[in-house]
C-alpha cells in the first residue's frame, strides 16, 4: 500500500492528499498486445486467460484532467469485447487516438488498461480543472468527448471524438488509479458504498438515454415497454426506470431465478422466453410466429401492445421486437450482445409507422440526471456479486457466459465492502435490501 492509498483510507484532508506522493506505477487490469491473435482457431475465449493484473507506468496528467485513486469499479460487457479482442483489438482504437499527438500520445502503449466504471477519490486536478479537488468524493461517467468539436455542444453522442473510456481509451477504472477528463467526474451518491455506486452509471445512464431522454424512446406515463435481458445490467435499470416514469415494465428472462430476481425490483409482468419457446429464430416465418406468441403473452397480462421495445440483445430478438410493438410503436437498441446483423420484415415497420431509434451511452446531462435519481434513491443499485481486483479474471468470466444477473463490481483500492458511506441516513431510510435487491440471488 502506497502512502497515498494510505492517506485516502485513514480520511487524510485535502491538504495531506495534495501532498502526498503520487507513485510512479500502479496496479491495474490490463491487456497485453502481445496477446492479440491468441485465440484464433479456440472455441472458448476465456478471457481469465488475456486479462491480467499487474503493475504499469502512471501516465502524465493533461491540463484537462483529474487523477482518481480508484475504490471500486465494475465489469461491463465492452471489457469482454476487449479481453477476447473482439469484433476488433481495441489496440486499434489506442493507436489511432494516439497518432492526434500532444497527450492523446500516452493511449497508444503496448498494454490496455480497462474498464468504464469507477468510484473513487480525486487526488490530483490538472491546472485547467476549475470543478474538482483533491479529497472530492465521486463516480465516473464512461464518455470522454472533446468540448471543442462543435457538434458535442449538441450532444456528445454526435460528436466524431467521443470515446468509450477504458474501452476506445486507456487508463480505465479497473485499476488503482483512473485518469480521466474532468468533464466525465460527478458526485458520488453519499447513502452508496464504493461498490454500489461503482456498478451504476454506464448500464444505468445508458438505459436512462435509451427510455427517457428526448434522444430516445421518450417513454411517459402509462407506456407498457417490453425488456429484454430485464435482469442484466442494462435491462434491470431499465425495469427501475419505467416504474419511475409511470409506465409498466414487461420483463423478458431465461430462467425462474431470473424471474425471481425480476420479482425483487419490482417488475409485475414477467416473461420466460423458454417456457414461450422464444429462441433464435432461424426463417422469416419463425420470427413471425414466435411474435404472435410474444404478443399473445403480453396482451394477456396487460391487454394491450406494448409501446416500446427495450432492446440490446441483437440478432436472436430485434425482427421479435419489430413486430411485436404497437402501431406507432419503437424499438430502441444500443447493443447486439448475439450478433450485429439484423433482420426484420419491414412491411411491419413501414405499414405500422413504427420507429427504430439507435442509442449509444448518455451525454453528460443525461448521465447527470441520472446521477441525481440515484442521489435521491429513486433508482437503487443492481449489484448482484463483489470481487476484488485480482479477481477479476473470475469476474469478467461470470458475465462472459452469461451466469450473473446485474452488476459485478470489482473492488480496486477499497480494502473491503461497505466503504465510503457519507449519507448514512439516507441509507437507513431507504434500508439495505433495497439498495441491494439482487444480492445473493
Known amino acids: ?223 407498457v415497454v417490453l425488456i429484454w435481458g430485464a435482469t442484466g445490467g442494462l435491462g434491470a435499470f431499465a425495469v427501475q426506470l419505467v416504474r419511475q416514469a409511470g409506465g409498466i415494465p414487461v420483463g423478458v428472462v431465461s430462467s425462474e431465478r431470473k424471474a425471481k430476481a425480476l420479482q425483487s425490483l419490482g417488475c409485475e409482468v414477467i416473461i420466460n422466453r423458454d417456457e414461450l419457446g422464444l429462441t433464435e429464430p432461424t426463417s422469416p416465418e419463425e420470427v413471425i410466429e414466435q411474435g404472435k406468441r410474444l404478443g399473445r403473452a403480453i396482451r394477456r397480462e396487460v391487454g394491450e401492445d406494448p409501446h416500446v421495445a427495450f432492446d440490446y440483445v441483437g440478432r436472436s430478438t430485434f425482427g421479435i421486437s419489430v413486430f411485436v410493438v404497437r402501431r406507432g410503436g419503437t424499438v430502441v437498441t444500443c447493443g447486439s450482445s448475439t450478433g450485429y446483423q439484423h433482420t426484420y420484415d419491414n412491411r411491419y415497420l413501414w405499414m405500422n409507422s413504427k420507429r427504430i431509434v439507435g442509442s449509444h451511452a448518455a451525454n453528460l446531462h443525461e448521465q447527470s440526471e441520472l446521477n441525481r435519481l440515484v442521489s435521491l434513491g429513486k433508482i437503487n443499485p443492481v449489484m448482484s456479486s463483489v470481487y476484488s481486483l485480482a479477481e477479476v479474471g473470475e469476474a469478467a468470466r461470470l458475465v462472459q457466459t452469461n451466469q450473473h444477473i446485474g452488476k459485478v463490481a470489482v473492488l480496486c483500492q477499497a480494502p473491503r465492502e461497505g466503504l465510503g458511506v457519507t449519507d448514512p441516513s439516507l441509507r437507513e431510510k431507504l434500508g439495505v435490501a433495497a439498495l441491494n435487491p439482487l444480492r445473493g440471488l
Not at 493507436?95 to 490496455?112: I, K, L, N, S, T
Not at 466525465?184 to 451518491?189: L, S, T, Y
Open 1 to 223: 500500500m502506497d502512502s497515498l492509498t494510505e492517506a485516502l483510507l485513514s480520511g487524510a484532508s485535502t491538504s495531506v492528499v495534495e501532498r502526498a506522493e503520487i507513485p510512479d506505477q500502479y496496479t491495474a487490469a490490463h491487456l497485453r498486445a502481445e496477446d492479440v491473435g491468441m485465440f484464433e482457431g479456440t472455441d472458448d475465449k476465456d478471457v481469465r486467460r488475456s486479462l491480467h493484473v499487474g503493475q504499469v507506468p502512471m501516465p502524465e496528467l493533461a491540463p484537462d484532467e483529474v487523477l482518481v485513486a480508484v475504490m471500486a469499479s465494475s465489469i461491463n460487457y465492452n471489457t469482454i469485447w476487449s479481453a477476447t479482442f473482439e469484433p476488433v483489438p481495441t489496440f486499434s482504437f489506442l493507436e489511432r487516438f494516439g497518432r492526434q499527438g500532444g497527450f492523446a500520445a500516452r493511449h497508444d502503449q503496448p498494454y490496455h488498461v480497462v474498464g468504464s466504471d469507477a468510484s473513487g477519490v480525486v487526488v490530483r486536478a490538472g491546472s485547467a480543472v476549475r470543478r474538482w479537488n483533491a479529497g472530492d468524493h465521486v463516480v465516473i461517467s464512461c464518455i470522454q468527448v472533446d468540448d471543442h468539436e462543435p457538434a458535442t455542444h449538441a450532444d456528445a453522442m454526435l460528436g466524431a471524438e467521443q470515446r468509450a473510456w477504458g474501452y476506445e481509451t486507456n487508463f480505465g477504472g479497473l485499476a488503482h488509479y483512473a485518469v480521466v477528463r474532468a468533464n466525465q467526474v460527478m458526485p458520488k451518491p453519499g447513502h452508496l458504498t464504493w461498490e454500489e455506486s461503482a456498478s451504476v452509471m454506464l448500464t444505468a445512464a445508458t438505459s436512462y438515454r435509451m427510455l427517457i431522454s428526448d434522444k430516445g424512446a421518450r417513454i411517459k406515463l402509462g407506456d
